[in-house]
């Protein structure tokens, strides 16, 4: 693929997201996260007689893997945001299709498997892992399955996944407890609650060495609106280790913070004003507990957070005219923050 072409000072970058021959980048298949120490992103690219599902890594734009749809029987990309590396295909007529992409291998496809509505999905080493709308997880372990396995069922649709490593989380809505918790299981921990709090844990996100989530309040929770907002994180569960909720920031009243990422010593999840007008992004430094507030420039929107590290935080930026579509890519300094925060870009 044609490597892009990137603009603007060394700590705020941006370029066009899609790519020639592709014209567009559709918000509904994207995807990102910062995985074996770079930058991963998977793009829904159109506009070319065709949709394409696109994966690279960001730091040289590699091209990992890329699969070219020229019919409308089926559905790509939706529902795998914290995972890059999957390529999702679904149709209520053909059933579910998944791909896997590896260093070490070509595209490795699941068959077709019976169809279910979905909310999200995830992956991790061993498999791969779909919320379904009544309220089960499913999950695949080997690619030549015939059907997914049931590892946990709820009356509760889950919204937020993340995989990573040897662990899955979710979070959903327990009757029992009055709340949203995050469930999960890792290598030799069984499906479980793993973080209860005063509150609904709202977001999930992974990396490499901690789990992080949004924990929210308000009588508007299920609404997406709430009036208070915290960022928490702890290492990954083991047998041998206990979920220890560490808060990093309170972020106030706000709406929305579906979007959470978290890599190396930072945090990051996209948030607007109770009344949605103001919508910004909100980094956190672990360590420090030190907060930013980036806002959006004059006549775009922050559409989508890929992912964010010690390097960079990667974000999808739309045009007010086109809010279903990611029109650039823009790639934040992090050691910079205290600089954008002020600057005008």
Not at 137 to 151: K, M, N, R, Y
Not at 206 to 219: E, H, I, Y
Not at 295 to 307: E, I, M, T
Request: aromatic residues 8%; charged residues 20%.
């Amino acid at each position: 693929m044609p490597t892009r072409i990137w603009s603007g000072p060394a700590e705020y970058r941006h370029a066009p997201a899609a790519v020639p021959p592709y014209k567009s980048a559709i918000r509904s298949g994207a995807a990102g996260d910062y995985l074996e120490g770079a930058h991963h992103l998977r793009l829904l690219l159109g506009g070319n007689g065709a949709r394409a599902q696109y994966a690279f890594r960001l730091s040289d734009e590699k091209t990992l893997g890329l699969v070219e749809q020229r019919n409308t029987a089926c559905g790509a990309g939706g529902g795998a945001e914290t995972a890059p590396l999957l390529l999702t295909y679904s149709s209520s007529a053909a059933g579910i299709k998944i791909g896997r992409i590896t260093s070490a291998k070509p595209i490795q496809w699941t068959g077709w498997l019976a169809y279910r509505p979905y909310q999200s999905a995830f992956g991790w080493r061993d498999g791969v892992g779909y919320a379904f709308r009544d309220g089960s997880i499913g999950a695949i372990t080997d690619l030549s399955a015939a059907d997914f396995t049931t590892l946990d069922s709820t009356p509760a649709r889950v919204y937020s996944t993340a995989g990573r490593g040897d662990v899955g989380v979710w979070s959903v809505w327990v009757a029992s407890v009055g709340h949203e918790v995050m469930k999960g299981f890792a290598a030799s921990v069984p499906v479980s609650a793993l973080v209860s709090q005063d509150g609904d844990v709202k977001t999930v996100a992974q990396s490499d060495d901690a789990l992080a989530w949004v924990l929210a309040n308000g009588p508007e929770s299920s609404s997406g609106r709430y009036t208070s907002v915290a960022l928490y994180t702890s290492p990954r569960p083991s047998s041998s280790s206990k979920i220890v909720p560490t808060k990093v920031a309170d972020l106030g009243s706000g709406a929305g913070f579906a979007q959470l990422r978290i890599g190396g010593d930072f945090l990051a999840t996209t948030g607007c004003s109770i009344d949605g007008a103001d919508c910004a992004v909100h980094v956190a430094q672990i360590s420090t507990k030190k907060t930013w507030r980036i806002g959006r420039r004059a006549g775009k929107q922050f559409l989508f957070l890929f992912s964010i590290a010690n390097d960079e935080l990667v974000l999808g930026e739309s045009d007010d005219a086109a809010p279903d579509e990611i029109e650039s890519l823009v790639r934040i300094n992090v050691r910079k923050l205290d600089d954008v925060v002020k600057g005008t870009y």
